[in-house]
């Protein structure tokens, strides 16, 4: 019987949402679908929401809960990664309130920017322990990595890990659809080409019937900026660079080093750049698990309908090798010629039964790998920091960091990163 890993498998609402499709998909009949949680509590919860999921539908696969890693990751064709290491509480509050006494202030901070850095830091030597368990158990499995920072894991699980790996981003899938949305254009018919870095890749091209659609999106766009609404930041990077950002508006005001700035705090307001957004997400997600659980866990009669995430629809084209496109994170083996080939980029892939094949991008719009750059050169030097130990590379991943290095002295990057360091105590390995 094939097999299907999902770790992490106790984010309930994201577990229904891939593992969901994979019951409704008549291709994806007979698996087994192994779950694998270090929460038991809400493993039991997943797999009880499972078996509704798989009785509504008649569905033939099998859902197992593991109380052993290894043991789930035993025999499996796919794994699909959806962990977040630290959590919360305190992991995401330390993220966020360390910084905060040196001025620092961040929206999402699970990218880059000095949140991304720690984040990675403490996720990083269990995705590499992962990938040793795979070696041994399942080594020519397809790991789907769902985890942020997207870039750094997915990186570190192909260079480091030897697993084959593609990451998984939403941004791509409803790019222009949300684009188009906001400025009351109809997408129906229309073209696009998208590449760059996650959370950073650019729409280069959109067009429909062979017609341009770019002069008529920033004139839009320019008039949209008059007035107060939720994506003015990717708006002001478009009008500015040329090109519409894949990721939103909170999480790229981090990214880049002219939205939030001591010396401009009016341009908090200006541009609506919602600080400390994260932290109220997790706390609302909390708060509504009560209700979800019972509509969820509770509900023996519980349905499913086929969502747009992308694990169920990559199963299917290389079961049946009916081709699919999908935008992945890959490695930069020169797709992207003016980015590093030690890059994880994100660029359009066809999946077929020869697995994830990545498309040929060329160069960038200069100015546009010039800004995937500025994140690239944080994104290595984390690696290089979890790789090696060496406190030294925490410091040059910071100071490279455009955010941060915008607001910070060289003295003070240092001296938040040690105190991010004591702070997460045993959640980050020693660094010398």
């Keep these: 019987m094939p097999k299907i890993t999902f770790i992490g498998a106790g984010s309930t609402v994201f577990a229904k949402n891939v593992l969901g499709d994979c019951l409704v ?44 890693r290894k043991e789930a ?9 959806a962990i977040q290491v630290g959590g919360y509480d305190p992991c ?62 997915t990186n570190v699980m192909n260079t480091y890990g030897g697993i084959k790996t593609v990451g998984l981003c939403h941004s791509v899938q409803v790019c222009v659809r949300d684009l188009f949305k906001n400025l009351g254009m109809d997408d ?46 990717r708006f002001e990077m478009m009008l500015n660079f040329g090109y519409y950002i894949t990721e939103s508006s909170e999480h790229n005001a981090e990214y880049h080093p002219y939205f939030i700035k001591r010396n401009y705090p009016e341009l908090i307001d200006r541009f609506n750049i919602p ?27 519980l349905h499913h309908k086929r969502t747009h995430e992308y694990a169920s629809y990559i199963f299917e084209a290389i079961e049946t090798n009916v081709p699919f496109r999908i935008g992945g994170n890959v490695m930069n083996t020169g797709l992207i010629t003016n980015l ?19 498309t040929f991008v060329g160069d960038l719009p200069p100015q546009c790998a010039a800004l995937n750059r500025t994140n690239i050169n944080t994104q290595l030097l984390t690696i290089e920091a979890a790789i090696t130990g060496k406190r030294e590379h925490i410091y040059h991943a910071a100071m490279l960091d455009p955010h941060t290095s915008a607001e910070l002295s060289m003295d ?18 020693a660094y010398n």
């Design 275 to 301: 600080l400390d957004e994260y932290p109220r997400r997790c706390i609302e997600q909390i708060g509504n698990w009560k209700k979800l659980k019972e509509e969820l866990v509770n509900n023996p009669t």
């Design 412 to 429: 003070d990057i240092k001296a938040m990163c040690d105190d991010l360091i004591e702070a997460h105590g045993d959640w980050l390995p």
């Design 25 to 68: 998909t008549e291709s994806l009949q007979g698996f087994e679908i192994a779950l694998f949680d270090i929460n038991p509590e809400r493993l039991s919860e997943s797999e009880t929401m499972l078996n509704h999921i798989k009785n509504t539908f008649g569905s033939t696969s099998v859902i197992k809960a593991y109380s052993d």
């Design 188 to 233: 129906t018919g229309v073209k696009s080409k998208i590449a760059g870095i996650n959370h950073m890749a650019w729409l280069l091209e959109v067009s429909k019937d062979g017609v341009d659609l770019y002069p008529e999106i920033k004139r839009r766009a320019r008039e949209k900026q008059q007035e107060k609404h939720h994506d003015m930041v």
């Design 92 to 153: 995401t509050i330390t993220d966020f309130e360390v910084p905060k006494k040196y001025g620092l202030r961040q929206t999402i901070a699970d990218t880059v920017g000095i949140g991304g850095i720690f984040r990675n830091l403490r996720t990083i030597p269990v995705m590499l322990d992962f990938a040793r368990d795979m070696q041994e158990v399942c080594p020519d499995a397809l790991f789907l990595n769902y985890t942020n920072p997207m870039a750094v894991l």
């Design 73 to 81: 990751l035993r025999g499996a064709k796919y794994v699909v990664n």
């Design 340 to 358: 590093p080939r030690e890059a994880c980029v994100e660029v359009t892939c066809l999946v077929d039964r020869n697995g994830v094949t990545p």
